[in-house]
């Protein structure tokens, strides 16, 4: 198993207190065990009365206060932090956690100590304090952390949409999307034509799809898909696609923008209906695609343009 480690380090302050706080590489938030000590203004004691209860709430009279999720996180985490020490510390949740069972234990009559009842008058100032904003985004904002964690959450998504391999080709955007885009913008539209569309498609594709896609997909597929020493792309944007995911994602984006269109009169309804339900988005003025004129229309072009005083 691999070391734990400190990714990030803070000081969160609660109250008077001042708490060592990291988050490992695992992601999990600690709090130091001589914070959680501060934190519950205890003196730190040798060894716990009771095997595997921290020093801070084995008194027999707390034991049956403490449920499944204390359990969860009364064991102790060691790690290295960032200055290559070794550390031991708990899951952050444990403050909470251990707060609730000092009140619970106070409201149910069984604290008599004079020790204990300041600890559970200092839980209730934590409990308070601890309300206004979970202790996950606590550690976070403290340690730098939340930073790091968008950054982090988004490389994940990506990993989902976006496939370690170019994938083979096969047929993905059906021959509909560009007879709507043709109908919609009044285009004479055959196989040919369909198959020499106008560049603009192409931008049109990634805005009305790609784009729609999570923050950042377009932009790592135009960076992973291969292009030739002329500047071209040499696949197609999908082949990229995760199947499960991204692929299924891009299929009912699809669908939708279809519909969409098959519903529309032309292409600024088509818009309009399309912002409505994706918000609003520019796309680039519509051009009349250039159609390749034959030999004779060619011949008789230039027979037109003639001019006997050359």
């Given at each position: 198993?691999a070391k734990l480690k ?305």
């Amino acid at each position: 198993m691999a070391k734990l480690k400190a990714t990030h380090e803070g000081a969160l302050k609660i109250g008077d207190a001042v708490l060592d706080v990291a988050v490992l590489n695992n992601g999990q938030r600690i709090i130091t065990q001589s914070a959680v000590f501060k934190a519950l203004d205890r003196p730190v004691r040798g060894n716990p009365r009771l095997i595997g209860i921290p020093v801070f709430m084995d008194a027999k009279n707390l034991q049956p206060f403490v449920n499944k999720e204390l359990e969860a996180v009364i064991g102790k985490v060691e790690y290295v932090d960032k200055n290559g020490k070794k550390q031991e510390g708990y899951d952050a949740n444990i403050l909470p956690l251990v707060s609730d069972l000092y009140l619970r234990a106070r409201e149910a009559g069984v604290i008599i100590q004079p020790n204990q009842a300041a600890t559970a008058q200092r839980a209730e100032i934590l409990v308070r304090s601890l309300a206004k904003i979970g202790i996950t985004a606590l550690v976070d904002e403290a340690t730098g952390y939340q930073y790091d964690r968008e950054r982090q959450e988004l490389q994940k998504i990506l990993k989902q949409y976006i496939s370690e391999e170019l994938l083979p080709w096969q047929k993905t955007f059906p021959d509909e999307f560009y007879i709507q885009i043709f109908r919609l913008n009044g285009w004479e539209y055959n196989s040919e034509m369909i198959k020499k569309r106008p560049g603009v498609v192409g931008h049109w594709t990634n805005q009305l799809i790609y784009d729609q896609l999570p923050t950042d997909v377009l932009k790592n597929l135009k960076q992973r898909t291969p292009k030739s020493e002329a500047g071209n792309y040499t696949a197609r944007f999908f082949q990229s696609l995760t199947p499960d995911i991204g692929n299924a994602h891009l299929q009912n984006q699809l669908v939708s923008v279809v519909t969409l269109m098959k519903i529309s009169k032309n292409w600024s309804d088509f818009m309009e209906k399309f912002n409505q339900l994706y918000g609003q988005t520019q796309i680039d003025f519509p051009e009349e695609p250039k159609q390749e004129l034959s030999d004779f229309n060619k011949s008789l072009k230039k027979g037109l343009e003639w001019n006997p005083n050359d």
